[in-house]
């Protein structure tokens, strides 16, 4: 066993995992993506003699090899030599979409890893911060190429899917699975994500009801513009008070529920690497998720055209779906064993953060890169972002769940996704986004 051990004992004395008050201190977006982790057979790899090479089959095996989502891999090279080869580019946006889905999950892995060493508040701060890195490269990425749209779309999916199609199915699988029980869940930090989520969309829908009331959109964009980035500082200045709400004085809220001796030991784990092996390794598959990012901003418009689907479609339903798809499953696991609080927790965690950290950030982002970017996501889109919250809000307020209430909130997003489908809205060229041109 001590042989097991030694590659990250090597890397630091220093080992806080091993506390329980640090196991107890895991968040519900731990806890989901842990349960498509897989336990590693070390057994060969701990006869190899050279310390540094049985150190790196060690790292290779638990990250690249430690996820069910391990056989999802090989489209990453496969995306990177279509690319270099001038492959179809529908096929390089599929195939780096493809390869984003173990990416998010592995992000989400190494985070917990060097929570072990850092502590969970440092380790809470590293996941709020990484919990949705991919959907922050892609905005990034998208804005860099003046594609506003792009952004607002991915945006909005990510918020939609979170809160219809992840939550939707949690529940209704959860009470299929558990017809006979009673289920429940803690209502104060569904409470907390809902009252959040009413602020980003009230800083959303302002803009656009401003934009409806002026007498000429030539009139009111410089206004409307201003409004946006003063609206999103406002929601960066919540999202860091909803941190310290979270991570210190309430942190009890949103611990994730301590599991039973038979769900595979999940509440006794311990770090499977060191902290500067986490390091490296969270450095380098961001430095992936952005290449892959890249590949798929550039394609998305001839994957459009090729599928015969509109972009507005591609980017609010299949992106994030697929994106997302190792912390969707999670959560409807957890639903499975009758552990709602994890479920929520991701869903409504998940969106949050989405709508009060990540769209602020791309406001003030492009504000800096010189681009016109506001809160105004147009009547249809704001409009079904404002059913869904209240939606949600309507359907967490007695703190129990049936299946029904799973099945409505997913025929409410397949409603929603039909309307984007014969959606045929074009996308804006971004000619007139950057300031003084």
């Known amino acids: ?72 891999f090989p489209a990453i090279p496969l995306a990177i030599v279509a690319e270099c080869y001038g492959f179809g580019r529908p096929w390089i946006f599929a195939l780096s979409l493809l390869g984003l889905t173990p990416l998010a999950e592995r992000v989400s892995f190494l985070t917990e890893q060097i929570a072990y060493y850092t502590g969970p508040t440092v380790g809470g701060l590293l996941n709020a911060t ?48 558990n017809l006979r029980r009673e289920q429940k869940y803690d209502r104060r930090q569904a409470d907390v994500n809902s009252l959040l989520l009413l602020l980003a969309l009230l800083c959303h829908s302002l803009p656009l009801l401003f934009r409806m009331s002026g007498a000429s959109a030539a009139l009111t964009a410089d206004p409307t513009l201003q409004l946006s980035r003063a609206s999103s500082i406002v929601m960066l200045i919540a999202y860091i008070s909803y941190l310290v709400f979270q991570l210190f004085t309430h942190r009890q809220l949103f611990e994730a529920q301590e599991q039973s001796e038979d769900d ?70 957890f639903a499975f064993k009758n552990k709602l609080d994890i479920s929520l927790g991701v869903a409504l965690g998940s969106a949050t953060q989405i709508a009060m950290f990540v769209v602020p950030l791309c406001i003030v982002v492009a504000w800096i890169m010189g681009i016109k970017m506001d809160l105004n996501f147009n009547l249809l889109e704001t409009g079904s972002l404002a059913l869904s919250i209240i939606a949600v809000a309507f359907t967490l307020q007695d703190g129990t769940s049936h299946y029904l209430k799973g099945l409505v909130l997913l025929l409410l997003y397949i409603v929603i996704g039909a309307c984007f489908f014969v959606s045929k809205t074009p996308l804006s060229n971004g000619i007139d986004t950057v300031v003084g041109a």
């Open 1 to 72: 066993m001590a042989s097991l051990q030694e590659p990250w004992l090597l890397e630091t004395g220093n080992l806080k995992g091993c506390s329980k008050e640090i196991r107890h201190g895991r968040t519900a977006h731990n806890m989901s993506s842990s349960s498509l982790r897989k336990k590693s057979d070390l057994t060969l790899v701990s006869k190899v003699r050279f310390v540094l090479l049985r150190q790196f089959l060690t790292n290779l095996q638990e990250v690249i090899l430690g996820t069910k989502l391990s056989v999802l």
């Open 130 to 177: 990484c919990g949705n890195a991919t959907e922050l490269i892609i905005a990034i990425f998208a804005l860099s190429q003046h594609k506003i749209d792009v952004v607002k779309y991915s945006l909005l999916g990510s918020v939609l899917s979170n809160l219809l199609l992840v939550l939707g199915t949690s529940l209704f699988c959860g009470g299929i699975a």
């Open 264 to 333: 595979e030991g999940i509440s006794e784990e311990e770090p499977v690497i060191g902290f500067w092996s986490g390091f490296i390794w969270l450095v380098g598959m961001t430095a992936v998720i952005s290449l892959l990012s890249e590949y798929v901003v550039e394609t998305i418009e001839d994957a459009s055209d090729s599928w015969g689907i509109s972009v507005s479609f591609i980017s609010i339903i299949l992106l994030p779906i697929v994106g997302n798809a190792a912390e969707h499953a999670g959560a409807v696991i």
